[in-house]
Structure formats: C-alpha cells, structure tokens
C-alpha cells in the first residue's frame, strides 16, 4: 500500500534476479503439496479467462476485523455493493481475512466466509483471501472497532498479526498454523475460491526480514493441506532489503502476484521482467489516481498484457481510502482528487469515464 518506487538500479536487479530464478524452475510435474510447475500454473490460468476486480471491503467495515465479526459482519450491504461489482463486470475480489477473529470465533468466521462465497457466486464472482499483513496500525483487538478518523487513509486498518503477538513466536506459529490450515483445509477443494494471497506486503511497516520467517511458514502451512487453487504472495519492493522476501515469495508462489502504483511506463516495464518468471501474473493492487495510476491508463495495458487486474478500493466508505496514504484532511472534506475507489456510497460512480472504461473492458 506504500509507494515503490522503481529507479533504473532497482530495475536491473529486478531483471536479473528474473532471470536467476526461473532458471530454477522445473517443468516436471509436481507432487501434491509442493509448488506448482510452470505448465501446472499456465494451464491453471488459460481455465480462467482474462478477470479484473477490486481489493474489497465493504463500506460499512472499517477493517478485517469488522468485515468478518459476527455482530458486523454485513451480508445485505455486501450483496448490495456485489450487485454493483457484477455490473461493472468485476469477476474476482481481493479480501482480507482476519486470525483476531478466528482466534475467537472459529467455525462463525468460516460459516461466515462461506456465506459470503455463497454472495459471490450469485454475482459471479470468486474471491482471492488474503491471511497476514504488515501494513497499517501495529495493534488490534477484537470486539468493537475504533470509528474512521476524519480524512486519514485506513485510520482503522490493522496488521496481522499485531506487533505484540509477534514477540512469543512460538505461541504465535502455534496459533498462526491453526488458523491458516484450518481455512486452507475448509475451503482448499472449494471451486468458488480462486486462489490464495498468504501474506500481504510482508516486511512493511519497519518490519523488513523479520516477517521472512512468518512468509515461509506461511507457504509451508497452506501447502501441507494440498489446495486445488494456487498460492501467491506478491512483490511489492525492490529496494536491496527486500531481496530475501522477494525471493522466497518468488520461489514458493504458484502464479507471481504483485502491487504497482506507478505510470503506465513503470507499470509496463514491470511486468516486462516480471514476464521472464513463465508464469500468470496476477497485479493484486493499482490504481492512485494522484500517481497516474489510473483505470483509462492501466487497465488496457493490463487487459493486452492478460494480466488479472485488482485495483485498491471499490465503494467509499469506512477505510477512507478517498483520502492519500500520507496527505490527510482532517476535517474530513472531500479531496480535490480520490486517491482510490471507484463509487460513492449510494453505488453512483465518481467518475463516469472510469466506469464506461471497466464495463467495456469487461464485456459489459
């Protein structure tokens, strides 16, 4: 959710490292709970079909948390903002789950998720979840949510795990490995689901290489259950300090997901090298309008490139992601430009062009 930024340098590493590693990739067929081959994953991919969708929340939830408790979780708003998606031809979403809950609610949270795959279905859609994340506010707990803090981005989005859990790893694993085989375990047969996104900017936040052994624990945990979707975790820095996440998330993901905000000129010559890995592409985050990351500009190039396209945000609502990463308006007025999402609250666009954009793309 941070700004990368791509200099020259960091482009020559990014190729390199490319081309060193998928010279590692075999392309004989794998066992059942290792990674994927190449041919596994093209042929996986070709199955579905060109998708673009939106990371999703919905409006009246302020974070993970919120989304999947029991007393918020909101299956009328959700349909209704879904109702929204499948006319804009949106065919998947990208969605955050939440240990906090189901470390205190573990079969309502499933019964949850599977209600809310039930929604998706109806409109077409399937989803991508998300486990841990190392970006935003460090702490968090469960019951009820903070409210939205005038014009700040994601005021009341948390990090998975919070910090604190983080210092007892041995407990934290013990928790962690539960939770996430468990739902891989619950729902790694389940059709309606398209793949699974494990960790979520790993090392943001400060937290660096110290999240490596979180990530790798993560592959090892939702691989052991044997899922018939594809695991990812996507790249999202090429500064020198990220090269150990990079490439353990390299090595271990079935299809190569990623975040850009940059230009189309950026955005292109990204999935230029990110092309020499041989396998899909899934872009899990684009679209800042402020960055000229935009739907007129990226979505195409993403469509003639037969990259899945996810952009951040969908209807405006709690997380204030209208408002820049680090430019808050604290008395809450509307920016001069929406750094994201796509309609306001009453499913009207923000920018009529856009949605013309999307629909037609998506065959609408």
Known sequence: ???????????????????????????????????????QAREWYSRQGWLSGCDYIPATAINQIEMWSKDTYDEAQIDKELTWAEDLGFKTLRVYLSSVVYQNDPSGMKKRMGQFLDVCRKHGIRPLFVFFDDCWNEESQYGQQPQPKPGIHNSGWVQDPSVSVRKDTAAMYASLE???????????????????????????????????????????????????????????????????????????????????????????????????????????????????????????????????????????????????????????????LWFHDILRPDGTPYIQNEVNVIRALNGK
């Open 178 to 336: 539960k939770y996430v085989r468990d739902i891989v375990k619950t729902f790694g047969q389940d059709d309606r689901i398209l793949l699974w996104d494990l960790y979520n900017e790993p090392g943001n936040s400060g937290h660096l290489t110290s999240s490596l052994p979180l990530l790798r624990k993560a592959f090892e945990w939702a691989r052991a259950e044997r899922p018939t979707q594809p695991l990812t975790a996507g790249l999202w820095n090429w500064a020198d300090e990220y090269a150990p996440l990079n490439a353990l998330q390299i090595e271990n993901s079935d299809v190569i997901s990623y975040h850009n905000y940059g230009d189309s000129l950026n955005h292109r010559t990204m999935i230029k090298y990110l092309t020499m890995l041989n396998r899909p592409l899934v872009c899990t985050e684009y679209m800042a309008r402020t960055q000229n990351s935009t739907f007129q500009t990226i979505l195409p190039m993403l469509k003639e490139k037969n990259v899945v396209a996810i952009n951040w945000g969908f209807v405006q609502g709690k997380t204030n992601t209208i408002y820049q990463w680090s430019t808050p308006i604290p008395d809450g007025s509307e920016p001069a």
């Open 1 to 39: 959710m941070k700004q990368m930024k791509l200099l020259k340098s960091s482009l020559l590493t990014m190729a390199v490292s490319m081309v060193l590693l998928s010279s590692l990739t075999s392309c004989s067929p794998s066992e059942p709970g290792t990674r994927w081959t190449e041919q």
